[in-house]
């Protein structure tokens, strides 16, 4: 299951020419700071496990309610940017983010491969959505090597707000609606959950990622360190 009842879910790509600069400062300053803001319990970035996986990353932030993500010391952070945080993120490539709440999150435990489905609902409202994407993700969780499946609903107005970090990028794509993510043991396993969350009829205009994990830090870490 997911830490908390919201997730900061961010999808970029990445320059060739910013790669091992992003590794350096995701590693050792972005996921320390972020994971030191109260209430963020867990981050998690994750590489795209196929060529046909875009964008490259997936990064997921953990925190214990929706409202840590609305508050004013995420707020802070994300309106001070370090020097090296501008420096990174300037060559991010076809950002798409999502500020969510967690309407639903099954499963023993994180898997270290995971897909993330992004999509538009053809539901009538809201809780039709609700109601029946939720019965997708108890139908699927039982099936072989899935660790975890997590329904997500991102808040458009919290999404759309913009802070000092993101001022003057143009990398931003479409950001997310509703996404499921699923949690693996391995890529392979997770065919038979992405086809069934596809070919459901409220799932409209499905994006696909595979990713494996790469990196993960824990609250627990920041307060060691």
């Not at 319990?41 to 490259?56: I, V």
């Not at 967690?102 to 489905?117: Q, R």
């Not at 997500?152 to 993510?181: H, M």
């Amino acid at each position: 299951m997911l830490c908390g009842k919201g997730v900061v879910a961010i999808w970029n790509g990445i320059s060739e020419a910013g790669r091992l600069d992003f590794y350096q400062w995701h590693i050792h300053e972005h996921m320390p700071e972020r994971t030191g803001i109260p209430g963020f319990l867990r981050g998690r970035r994750f590489r795209a496990a196929d060529s046909e996986t875009h964008p490259e990353f997936f990064t997921l932030y953990e925190v214990e309610q929706f409202d840590v993500i609305t508050s004013e010391e995420y707020a802070k952070r994300l309106n001070a940017p370090t020097p090296w945080t501008r420096r990174a993120t300037s060559h991010f490539i076809n950002t798409s983010r999502g500020l969510a709440r967690v309407l639903l999150s099954n499963g023993p435990g994180p898997g270290g491969a995971v897909a993330t489905v992004r999509f538009q609902s053809a539901a009538a409202d809201d809780q039709q959505a609700v109601d029946e994407l939720s019965e997708l993700v108890h139908s699927i969780t039982p099936l072989p090597l899935l660790t975890g499946a997590h329904l997500c609903k991102a808040d458009d107005e919290a999404t759309q707000v913009r802070s000092a970090e993101s001022e003057g990028r143009t990398d931003y794509d479409v950001p997310p609606n509703w996404f499921i993510l699923l949690e693996a043991c391995t890529v392979e396993s997770l065919e038979e959950p992405i086809q069934a969350i596809v070919q459901h009829p409220l799932v409209r205009h499905a994006q696909v990622g595979r990713y494996v994990l790469e990196y993960t830090r824990l609250k627990t870490d920041a307060a060691a360190g």
